[in-house]
């Protein structure tokens, strides 16, 4: 009965990580904007993220975060759903939402809130990454921090501080382009071609 039962059950479908995919639709949207908010390019020009946001940012990394689910993995599925979520909140904010409120001068307050509720999250999801891998760990520590001083230029506002988040997420962006290149480059080596500190 058992064989019979074995028998007519579906094999199990092994997908391929999502990983590198969530993490390099974050890494480029990230270095992206974070190049407007480091004053390196003119701000007037500042809607060229909105197209990543939405399809690499937003709509990539939340797939990529439905297939960690489907591969069992609670902390990809939680990373990659909400910062593909965040991305395709931040898309309706800066095109729909903003531009309406050119004239309240407490918007910069509401703009700190939205980015001091993704500080905390990204609080403590890198507490969770300490059990994931260094590199992990390393892109959600300067995510962080990025998101703080971001929140607080905002709440100032303080453009310095802004400025300073700006390069921040620089730094955050390539070490996520960098988790990112690593796990691709195992998967199609069949190797590990750069180390990535694996939690023990």
């Keep these: 009965m058992a064989t019979e039962q074995s028998a007519a059950s579906p ?9 590198p995919l969530g993490l390099a ?8 904007l974070s190049c407007f908010n480091a ?3 003119d701000a007037k020009v500042g809607a060229v993220v909105l197209p990543l946001a939405l399809a690499y940012g937003g709509l990539a990394q939340l797939l990529a975060g439905m297939w960690e689910f489907r ?3 609670t902390f990809g599925a939680t990373a990659f759903g909400s910062f593909g979520a965040f991305w395709l909140a931040y898309y309706f904010l800066a095109k729909d939402i903003l531009p309406g409120l050119d004239n309240n001068p407490h918007t910069h307050q509401g703009v700190g809130l939205f980015l001091l509720a993704w500080t905390i999250f990204t ?6 990454a300490l059990r994931v891998s260094g590199a992990v760990l390393a892109v959600f520590f300067f995510l962080t921090v990025t998101f703080a001083l971001l929140a607080a230029g905002e709440f100032g506002p303080y453009e310095s501080v802004t400025k300073a988040g700006g390069w921040l997420g620089l730094v955050t962006a390539v070490v ?10 195992a ?13 023990r």
Excluded: C, Q
């Excluded at 609080?123 to 969770?128: G, H, I, K, L």
């Design 25 to 32: 639709g974050f890494a480029m949207t990230t270095f992206v």
């Design 123 to 128: 609080a403590y999801m890198t507490v969770a």
């Design 11 to 19: 094999a199990a479908v092994e997908i391929a990580d999502p990983a």
């Design 176 to 185: 996520a382009w960098y988790a990112s290149f690593a796990g691709v480059t």
């Design 39 to 41: 004053n390196l390019l």
């Design 187 to 199: 998967h199609t080596f069949k190797r590990p071609i750069l180390p990535t500190w694996p939690a």
């Design 71 to 73: 591969k069992g993995n």
